[in-house]
């Protein structure tokens, strides 16, 4: 899912839980990049108080834990001119040195139970003498999350036919229990032969087993996706806003 430029629409997603002291406290899956950057990815986080990024060469995101003039502030001072970056969950008020290029929901869906894993070819783990394959097939059907460094973020895994990669799966976010899926990758020439579903349930299943929550995210707009994560056992847990922002230089609107 590329960036588009869009009106500014403020999305508001359920940012809170009832605990059983009746105290309100935001879930982390609410703000998965602020959670992800200040736990199990720390080591790969930039931070400057209450803002953080992953380096641009990692993935886009940027994060916030308040949203407030600070925040947004902070969050600013770690974005290069120029740079196009994300907000995914919570985002601060925007000041003139931010253009939007896009502001939608995407799905939020987790998995709690072990999945069917179809017959199929090998899948083997991935690793930096693939990075040159991973980086050709994001590019044809996954453009802009996925970056030189992005395979430092997780595991990856893929389904080669000879010297071509058809297929291919990962883990992003990491924290408190829980873990993404991302970079769901099809190559347009092996598409419907179950390859996708028989990665997604192989991961799901071994992040299951180490006693963590998968999760992953989907556009509404990749229709084909989310019902094939219906189908085969994701649940649909709430909307999350993706705020895509360029960053301006200081004092250009």
């Known amino acids: 899912m590329g960036f588009r430029r869009h009106a500014v629409n403020w ?24 959670a992800s950057l200040n736990s199990d990815h720390a ?3 930039r ?54 290029e896009q502001s939608v929901a995407i799905a939020q869906m987790t998995c709690r139970s072990r999945l069917e894993v179809v017959d199929g070819p090998a899948i083997i ?10 980086l050709a097939l994001t590019a044809l059907v996954y453009p802009h999350y996925f970056r030189p460094l992005t395979i430092e973020m997780g595991r990856y895994f893929g389904i080669y036919d000879g010297d071509t990669l058809a297929a291919m799966i990962g883990e992003r976010m990491r924290f ?20 996708a579903q028989r990665l997604v349930a192989m991961l799901t299943n071994d992040i299951l087993d180490s006693g963590r929550l998968a999760f992953l995210h989907v556009s509404h707009e990749n229709a084909r996706a989310k019902s094939l994560y219906e189908r085969i056992g994701y649940a649909f847990r709430t909307d999350i806003p993706l705020l895509a922002v360029k960053r301006l230089a200081d004092g250009v609107g």
Not at 54 to 81: H, I, K, M, N, R
Not at 125 to 134: P, T, V, Y
Not at 176 to 195: F, K, L, M, N
């Open 47 to 100: 931070m400057a108080g209450s803002a953080g990024r992953y380096p641009a060469d990692v993935a886009p995101f940027v994060a916030v834990g308040a949203s407030d003039t600070q925040a947004e502030e902070q969050a600013a001072s770690l974005v290069a001119a120029g740079e196009s970056v994300c907000f995914v969950g919570l985002a601060p008020p925007l000041s003139a040195v931010w253009s939007v």
């Open 43 to 45: 080591v790969l986080a």
């Open 125 to 134: 783990e991935l690793s930096w003498i693939h990075l040159a394959d991973m």
């Open 176 to 195: 408190d229990g829980h873990q993404e899926i991302s970079a769901v990758c099809t190559h347009p020439d092996y598409t419907g032969r179950g390859y």
């Open 11 to 34: 999305l508001h997603v359920p940012m809170i839980k009832q605990t059983s002291s009746h105290a309100m406290t935001p879930h982390p899956l609410d703000n998965p990049v602020w």
